[in-house]
């Protein structure tokens, strides 16, 4: 409490994982004011605008003393915990979503993806090849969701596939839209097809067994060329298979069209809100932060 008083400069960068959030703030000294604090401490920065408003939960990861005396620290949330964790463990006949939570559990992070998200996995190994947080954004994608940390500093999934979302603000050119670029890429399109494993309908002891063709364990999305070809060994049924597959063809779509927006004082367009763009004659409508 306190601290935007000496408040410099403040920049905070959220996203989707495997991305880590991270605050950077920039301070100058306050005769009386509160002691600055020190890395291991745990705060928020709240943002507001008119009713506007959103936090971050963080806790201070790196507190650097300046030669022109100011002060700069940062902060991160459970992302980093995850990004910096690797672990040995195996799960059974769970889904994406309870598996996420158990990982998060193991990290000390709080994670709120729900046991009911996706379809089970008959079996999953997290390991130590990949980050905790890798793992979390495969089992997000498996579930046809996207995983990212949301004000209270929860590991939560957002569904990327709904559609005719409520947008949370409207920015217009000339008004709270103060620049733009939007970049429309020659479609990368091609065709995504997602390969499974197992043979997960013959029974629990039969879950290791290799198909000779892969039938149901096999989804398509998308067309044309280039075509990818994705093995996910851990997604052994149908429905796992056909989530991933729609999940990578919406990840190939979005990279057609991005854009990057500096607005005024919006700090509801948080990771996973819909906003609304007008005025800047090319894709107005709505976009996915």
Same mark, same amino acid.
């Given at each position: 409490?306190g &601290?935007?008083?000496?408040?410099? +400069? =403040?920049?905070?960068?959220?996203?989707?994982?495997? *991305?880590? !959030?991270? /605050?950077?703030? @920039?301070?100058?000294?306050?005769?009386?004011?509160?002691?600055?604090?020190?890395?291991?401490?745990?705060g928020?920065?709240?943002?507001?605008?008119?009713?506007?408003?959103?936090s971050?939960?963080?806790?201070?990861?790196?507190?650097?003393?300046?030669?022109?005396?100011?002060?700069?620290?940062?902060?991160?949330?459970?992302?980093?915990?995850?990004a910096?964790?690797?672990?040995?463990?195996?799960?059974?006949?769970?889904?994406?979503?309870?598996?996420?939570?158990?990982?998060?559990?193991?990290?000390?992070v709080?994670?709120?993806a729900?046991?009911?998200?996706?379809?089970?996995?008959?079996?999953?190994?997290?390991d130590e090849?990949?980050? &905790?947080?890798?793992?979390?954004? +495969? =089992?997000?994608?498996?579930?046809g969701r996207?995983? *990212?940390? !949301?004000? /209270?500093?929860? @590991?939560?999934?957002?569904?990327?596939?709904?559609?005719?979302?409520?947008?949370?603000?409207?920015?217009?050119?000339?008004?709270?839209?103060?620049?733009?670029?939007?970049?429309?890429?020659?479609?990368?399109?091609?065709?995504?097809?997602?390969?499974?494993?197992?043979?997960?309908?013959?029974?629990?002891?039969?879950?290791?067994?290799?198909?000779?063709?892969?039938?149901?364990?096999?989804?398509?999305?998308?067309?044309?060329?280039?075509?990818?070809?994705?093995?996910?060994?851990?997604?052994?049924?149908?429905?796992?298979?056909?989530?991933?597959?729609?999940?990578?063809?919406?990840?190939?779509?979005?990279?057609?069209?991005?854009?990057?927006?500096?607005?005024?004082?919006v700090?509801q367009?948080?990771?996973g809100?819909?906003?609304?763009?007008?005025g800047?004659?090319t894709?107005?409508?709505?976009?996915?932060?």
């Amino acid at each position: 409490p306190g &601290l935007e008083a000496g408040l410099v +400069r =403040l920049r905070l960068r959220r996203g989707v994982a495997p *991305a880590v !959030d991270v /605050a950077e703030m @920039l301070l100058a000294p306050v005769p009386g004011g509160p002691d600055l604090p020190a890395p291991s401490d745990a705060g928020e920065i709240a943002l507001t605008a008119g009713d506007a408003a959103a936090s971050f939960a963080c806790t201070i990861d790196l507190r650097e003393a300046r030669s022109d005396g100011l002060v700069r620290l940062t902060a991160t949330n459970g992302g980093r915990t995850l990004a910096r964790a690797r672990l040995e463990k195996s799960f059974e006949s769970q889904t994406p979503g309870a598996i996420i939570d158990a990982l998060a559990d193991e990290a000390g992070v709080t994670g709120r993806a729900g046991s009911g998200t996706g379809d089970r996995l008959p079996r999953y190994l997290a390991d130590e090849g990949r980050s &905790l947080l890798d793992h979390v954004a +495969r =089992l997000a994608a498996t579930a046809g969701r996207l995983a *990212a940390f !949301d004000d /209270a500093g929860a @590991l939560i999934l957002i569904d990327d596939a709904a559609q005719g979302g409520e947008a949370v603000a409207r920015l217009a050119a000339g008004e709270t839209l103060v620049d733009w670029r939007i970049g429309a890429r020659e479609a990368p399109g091609g065709s995504v097809t997602v390969d499974g494993a197992g043979a997960a309908d013959k029974g629990g002891n039969a879950w290791a067994w290799l198909r000779k063709e892969p039938g149901p364990f096999r989804a398509e999305a998308g067309s044309g060329p280039p075509a990818r070809r994705l093995p996910a060994s851990w997604a052994r049924s149908e429905a796992a298979v056909g989530d991933l597959a729609a999940a990578r063809a919406r990840a190939v779509a979005r990279a057609a069209a991005q854009g990057r927006f500096l607005a005024i004082a919006v700090p509801q367009a948080v990771p996973g809100a819909v906003i609304e763009i007008a005025g800047t004659g090319t894709q107005d409508g709505l976009w996915l932060v």
